[in-house]
């Protein structure tokens, strides 16, 4: 009893902190259509080969708020089929120095990979930086659960530390072990608890960022992940540089994956990288101009015979994509966008191995509340 009247009071509390808090709604609708044409390289295809799709890229609502030095947001998704939680976290601003954020968000790791405000992509698409970054470590939405100390000593430099389960997809479990790896329940032949347990131990995953803005045009940062034998095995190093000027930009992602590298007893461990260059240019007030070169290598341990010209890395991604931005309100440009993108794939493949690459034209209708 004392429990629940306890909840009760915290509930109406916070009900009532609500009310006087700054509160409002939020949104984001991408809808898109892409035309992709195939070489008559694709296998099991005589001819060339074309296919047409309209979507979402995603749509987003919720409600964020503010109260003196508490705030929060939470956010749902739609992407396809799937409906869920993107993000759902709190803000506590300790003093000028500190500041404290708990729950789903996109903390310390890629800029590409989620720190870039969706409603804000320079193309239709995050880059293969960002991309790849996400899905190897925490999740494909970029997403963690955890906490995050942030600390700003002053007005140039900022200093994050993450502390979260590994992956945005499980949360915490009571048992000193990570629920996703077995049943606690399983008994072996004799008996006994079978060990299909993994104690993950007291350490977190831990991710440490450094960011810095020298001018008010220039941002650059580097994050550092950990690898954890037990929670996410993957280690990452991510830099970014943003440079924007009144009319254009230019923009460097670059990341380092260290896969298995906690494992030392097999040969599971290997190294993916890549980067990714964009630049823009403002032709008029409402349009702009973007192209991209980016690529990935996935396994940078995959080195063919150079000697031999038609040999090359199947695992190495280059794309360029080149695109145009149209701000329907330029005071508001991210209100409502209308974005065309086009990207040819420059993957390098060994002789005689057939693999189309496929040209990839793509409009987006963007609205942003």
Not at 102 to 124: E, H, M, N, Y
Not at 274 to 282: D, F, I, N
Not at 304 to 323: I, Q, R
Request: hydrophobic letters at 40%.
């Amino acid at each position: 009893m004392k429990r629940i009247m306890l909840l009760a009071a915290l509930a109406l509390l916070a009900t009532a902190g609500a009310a006087r808090a700054e509160s409002s709604l939020v949104g984001l609708m991408q809808a898109w259509w892409s035309y992709t044409a195939y070489e008559d390289t694709l296998p099991a295809v005589d001819e060339d080969a074309t296919q047409t799709g309209f979507g979402l890229r995603r749509a987003r609502a919720g409600w964020s708020y503010k109260q003196g030095d508490l705030g929060g947001l939470v956010v749902g998704e739609v992407t396809g089929d799937r409906v869920y939680v993107l993000e759902a976290y709190g803000d506590w601003k300790v003093n000028e120095l500190l500041g404290l954020r708990a729950g789903r968000f996109g903390g310390v790791g890629s800029q590409a990979g989620c720190l870039t405000s969706s409603a804000k992509l320079d193309l239709i698409d995050v880059n293969l930086v960002g991309s790849r970054w996400s899905s190897a470590t925490v999740g494909s939405d970029g997403r963690t659960i955890g906490a995050q100390l942030n600390l700003t000593p002053n007005e140039v430099f900022s200093l994050r530390v993450l502390a979260h389960n590994g992956t945005g997809n499980w949360n915490l479990d009571f048992t000193p072990s990570n629920s996703s790896h077995g049943d606690p329940t399983a008994v072996d032949e004799d008996d006994e608890p079978a060990p299909t347990m993994v104690d993950t131990g007291a350490l977190p995953q831990l991710d440490f960022g450094v960011y810095a803005n020298p001018t008010p045009a220039l941002a650059v940062g580097f994050t550092y992940g950990l690898p954890h034998e037990f929670r996410q095995t993957t280690g990452s190093l991510t830099a970014f540089v943003y440079y924007t000027a009144p009319r254009s930009f230019l923009k460097f992602d670059y990341a380092t994956l260290m896969h298995n590298p906690v494992w030392d007893e097999n040969d599971a461990d290997y190294t993916s990288l890549g980067y990714s260059l964009t630049a823009g240019y403002g032709l008029t007030k409402k349009a702009e101009l973007v192209g991209r070169y980016e690529t990935w290598d996935e396994d940078t341990d995959v080195d063919y015979d150079t000697e031999d010209p038609g040999e090359a890395d199947p695992s190495f991604v280059k794309n360029f994509a080149l695109g145009l931005n149209y701000y329907v309100n330029p005071e508001a440009k991210y209100d409502q966008v209308l974005k065309a993108a086009f990207t040819l794939r420059m993957d390098e493949m060994p002789e005689g191995v057939d693999i189309a690459d496929p040209y990839l034209f793509q409009l987006m209708w963007q609205i942003y509340l």
